[in-house]
């Protein structure tokens, strides 16, 4: 995992690793771990390595590609390292109007109640608005 940003007593990190994101999902009940294959397999099969590229250097650029070009993938933690809510915002944090950013506490709850003040502080660190209505795929109406 990444450090992200303070949030108050609580941390935002990146999940970096398929690993990292199985351990999320199995921790919070949700379906994380799927989202973030899914996005990895997207990002690498997307991948075009230089056309001037020997075979042996035709990887050279793949890591740093799937990071770019992939969602972000984040979990909030306390400060004893249990999960609280998970986010998956746009590729970069850049701000795209096709591109629905999600977060979720555990069992795909509602972590707005609980945790606006981190949604907040993880927002400020993306310039990115991430309210309840946008961001909260399971709200009742």
């Known amino acids: 995992m990444q450090y992200v940003c303070d949030a108050g007593p609580k941390t935002w990190f990146r999940l970096e690793t398929e690993a990292e994101a199985q351990r999320e999902s199995r921790e ?3 379906a ?3 989202y ?5 397999a997207d990002a690498q099969n997307a991948y075009v390595p230089p056309a ?3 075979s042996f250097e035709q990887k050279i650029g793949l890591k740093d590609y ?3 070009v ?3 993938f984040l979990t909030l933690r306390d400060n004893t390292g249990t999960p609280l809510a998970t986010a998956m915002l746009p590729p970069g944090g850049k701000d ?12 795909n709850s509602d972590p707005y109640p609980t945790h606006s003040d981190a949604i907040r502080k993880l927002g400020e ?10 961001c909260f795929p399971y709200r009742r109406g």
């Open 70 to 72: 992939m969602p972000l």
């Open 52 to 54: 001037t590229a020997h």
């Open 125 to 134: 660190h993306y310039k990115l608005a991430l309210d309840p209505v946008r």
């Open 28 to 30: 919070m009940d949700h």
């Open 66 to 68: 799937i990071k770019r």
């Open 96 to 107: 795209e109007r096709t591109f629905r950013p999600i977060i979720v506490g555990t069992s």
């Open 36 to 40: 973030f294959r899914q996005s990895f």
């Open 32 to 34: 994380v771990e799927k």
